[in-house]
């Protein structure tokens, strides 16, 4: 009787009326309505007749500023067919995707669709694409490696369980191939891959070709090709980080790979630029370096399990400092450089171990790996500071034991380092390698 009663109260409360407005105007990628009533990041469907909503015939777009009673909206997909007039329709609420195991080996658009056309199994429960960063003091302290199953890595750039990392590179370096390992080789439950501003034709081969048939069956890829709108772009890297979530939230240990997070940055700038955003920091508008830390501190650990993230940044002619560069390496737990004169002499993955840091490593490895990885670091260091002396035939062996030393190790060091990207070392082999070389036994 409660029950009855509580809901016949909520009749008077029931808005039987549908609310529509209509397009005014449509500048480039930005739609203009007047109406309907709708907050900041509501989806709203745009009907593409003029006269009336037709179930079939329409597209969503997003809130994204107002302009005194104009609405400002962003479209999830091309605008060819928009006329003024059109109808839109406010349904008050973010984006969601539908999330759950039976997604494991599917490749989806930003929407959570398959890309395929298949339809989306059934048994699964919807989230919302944008949610806020575990609580600061709910975060559990990380204290356990996780293995990549890369020697360079685990070996001199151990990653923690729940930790954030930057890959940073130019163009043509390895990065995907680097993600591919990662992924095949990982100790984690689950992979979740946001491929943001790819070209169309990398989506199938990073699938086919860096993942392989052994890493699609435990990976999610979310897949923004770089044809598609801007906002497309930015939705599919919270797709992917939400859908992770939901992972974490269920125990599990996760690994979340996107590339690239300068991607999401660029499409970011449009969205802005495009709303009257001032641009800042060489043409990048102020909510683009909002949006980073938002974006990036959704990973990590929390009460119920652990997201460990390596996000790839995109160095415009291999500039470490450039504004995004910098402003990510500032928010994550680390960084690795991947080195374009390590590439060219042959070296893969072509990880430059003097400029990467694990900012965790130390507070989870062994005393004996950490004096290892610190000693063949000095070593290494010792000889890129001689390099040309020794490669012009200016240096005299004598003159110096410690570079003496360096000589005899580098090509053993460079040796460690290279891995084919097929193979999967185990962490245990990997620290007794280190450790074994570190103590003269090469």
Known sequence: ?????????????????????????????????????????????????????????????????????????????????????????????????????????????????????????????????????????????????????????????????????????????????????????????????????????????????????????????VAATSDQPALMRIKGAFTATAIAEYFRDKGKNVMLMMDSVTRVAMAQREVGLAVGEPPATRGYTPSVFAILPKLLERTGTNEHGAITAFYTVLVDGDDMNEPIADAVRGILDGHIVLDRALANRGQYPAINVLKSVSRLMNHIVTPEHRAAAERLRELYFTYEKSEDLINIGAYKRGTSKEIDEAIEYEPIITNFLKQDFMANVASEDTVNELIAIASGGQ
């Open 1 to 221: 009787m409660k029950k009855a009663q509580s809901l016949l109260s909520l009749i008077p409360k029931v808005d039987t009326m549908k609310k529509f407005g209509r397009v005014v105007r449509v500048v480039g990628l930005m739609i203009e309505s007047q109406g309907p009533a709708s907050s900041v990041g509501d989806v709203c469907v745009i009907h593409l007749s003029k006269d009336r909503p037709d179930e079939e015939n329409y597209l969503l777009a997003e809130v994204v500023g107002f302009r005194e009673e104009i609405v400002i909206l962003m479209p999830y997909t091309h605008i060819q067919e928009i006329a003024s007039g059109c109808l839109v329709e406010s349904l008050h609420a973010p984006l969601e995707v539908k999330v759950g195991i039976g997604l494991l080996g599917q490749v989806l658009d930003p929407l959570g669709h398959p890309i395929d056309g298949s339809p989306l199994p059934k048994g699964l429960t919807t989230v919302r694409t944008e949610q806020e960063p575990p609580n600061a003091l709910m975060r559990p302290p990380i204290n356990e490696s996780l293995s990549v199953g890369i020697k360079a890595i685990d070996g001199m750039l151990t990653v923690g369980n729940g930790q954030r990392i930057g890959i940073f590179a130019g163009s043509g370096v390895g990065k995907s191939t680097l993600l591919g390992m990662i992924a095949r080789n990982t100790e984690a439950d689950i992979n979740v891959i946001a491929l943001i501003g790819e070209r169309g034709r990398e989506v199938l081969e990073f699938v086919e070709r860096d993942l392989g048939p052994e890493g699609l069956k435990k990976t999610i890829v």
